[in-house]
């Protein structure tokens, strides 16, 4: 006998966890299932990652293939990638090849060495009497509670082909509107990391040439405050290069600690979705994909307060988290969703409207697949209209970077001309 620790969610969406001494993980499976539990990760107690314990369970090839995963490839797979898996899979499972047939195929011609590893494993705890769903709980890294309860769903309902499809589509759209909100902020980027190598060369090569012209002419006569300051920036870069660099990091920790911290993160994410023109983007992207993530849980079976804890969990943004937090309590209680949803200034009221009806008529899921099918348009539209405003806001922005560092060097050559060159030998009574 030995002990396994469990994580699992009930029929409420509430989690939970616990240990059972059994004989072999598929029993403990079997029964955390039949204590009415949806089981996310079950592994024996005394793994641990990184200690000799593991390593003396387990085959020595095996302890190898997983430790140079973790190391190399951080036990993580993109999600594009997974992407392409489930579109594979479902095409086998419904043209009626047995999955644990497919899951050896898809073995065999995957190329990232953390997927191909997964699915062996994935393979070989079907061989053990394993469930896929089962299966894809012991990966969390790779497949999210999303995954696996959509699995489950199409488990149940015996449209496993269904569910794979399902969580394909969703899987691709959500991939395409991310890379589209992602290639907007390519553009903005780039243009301020070329205007800040530009500004270092000038301060550190270009400004103090100047200054040396400027200290043969001036004859002691003080130069234009604007001049005098980015001559200061100049000499800051120059000889406190390391202090610069340093102040800079510090900043760049500073705020990386305050928003990975969960009261920093809910004022970023609160600020991000009030910008003026990102902002539009942002918020759209979130309902877009609230919508499409609980519409395609509700669609594919799954308990309504368990979606809107999977939903919570993959939200990406805590203002909407914690909105659908609310949500899930008024569900609980018997009331309604939109209630939480009109309140809040996320939501619109064409939204918050059109939820209503879909509550009302008992085709949520369906509108919900149609909001977010919408708010992919707008993301769309207002991904080429933020585009096509940050071009010339941008070349404008790197112009004035660039001319106010030419118009501070031409400044006191414009005042020596005015007033006439001096130089240390010249006297008053030579003019």
Not at 55 to 69: G, I, L, V
Not at 237 to 259: E, I, K, Q, S
């Amino acid at each position: 006998m030995s002990n396994y620790a469990y994580e699992a969610v009930n029929a409420a969406g509430l989690k939970c966890n616990g240990v059972l001494e059994v004989a072999s993980q598929s029993e403990a499976l079997r029964r955390i299932k039949e204590m009415g539990l949806f089981p996310t990760r079950v592994r024996p107690r005394h793994e641990r990652r990184g200690t000799m314990t593991r390593a003396r369970t387990r085959p020595f090839a095996e302890f190898k293939s997983r430790a140079a995963r973790v190391l190399l490839f951080g036990g993580r797979v993109k999600p594009a990638v997974v992407s392409v898996f489930t579109r594979q899979l479902a095409t086998l499972v419904d043209a009626g090849m047995p999955l644990l047939r497919g899951l050896r195929v898809l073995q065999q011609q995957e190329t990232n060495p953390t997927l191909k590893q997964v699915i062996g494993e994935l393979g070989a705890s079907i061989e053990g009497g394993s469930s896929l769903s089962e299966s894809l709980a012991m990966h969390p890294k790779v497949f999210n509670k999303l995954y696996v309860n959509m699995v489950k769903a199409g488990e149940a309902s015996g449209a496993l082909e269904l569910a794979l499809v399902r969580l394909a589509e969703f899987q691709e759209k959500a991939q395409r509107i991310k890379g589209k909100v992602t290639s907007a902020m390519v553009y903005p980027v780039a243009v301020m990391f070329v205007a800040a190598a530009i500004m270092a060369i000038m301060m550190v090569f270009v400004v103090p040439r100047f200054r040396s012209v400027f200290d043969g002419l001036g004859g002691g006569r003080p130069m234009p405050a604007f001049t005098v300051l980015v001559l200061g920036i100049s000499d800051a870069v120059r000889h406190h290069a390391l202090l610069v660099t340093g102040a800079l990091f510090a900043l760049w920790m500073g705020a990386l600690l305050f928003v990975r911290s969960h009261w920093g993160r809910l004022v970023f994410d609160q600020f991000k979705l009030n910008l003026p023109v990102i902002g539009k983007v942002l918020r759209a992207a979130a309902i877009s994909r609230f919508a499409r993530t609980l519409g395609t849980l509700l669609g594919s079976g799954v308990p309504v307060l368990q979606a809107f804890t999977i939903v919570k969990e993959t939200a990406g943004n805590v203002v909407v988290s914690n909105l659908i937090s609310v949500v899930h309590d008024n569900v609980k209680e018997g009331e309604s969703i939109t209630k939480p949803l009109q309140s809040s200034r996320v939501f619109p009221p064409m939204i918050v409207g059109m939820v209503d009806v879909g509550e009302q008529t008992g085709a949520l899921p369906d509108l919900l697949l149609k909001i977010a099918n919408d708010c992919d348009e707008r993301v769309d539209n207002a991904v080429s209209a933020m585009t096509s405003l940050l071009e010339p806001v941008m070349i404008v922005f790197l112009a004035v970077v660039v001319g106010s560092i030419v118009v501070a060097m031409f400044l006191p050559i414009i005042d020596f001309a005015t007033h006439g060159f001096d130089s240390p030998g010249r006297t008053a009574a030579d003019n």
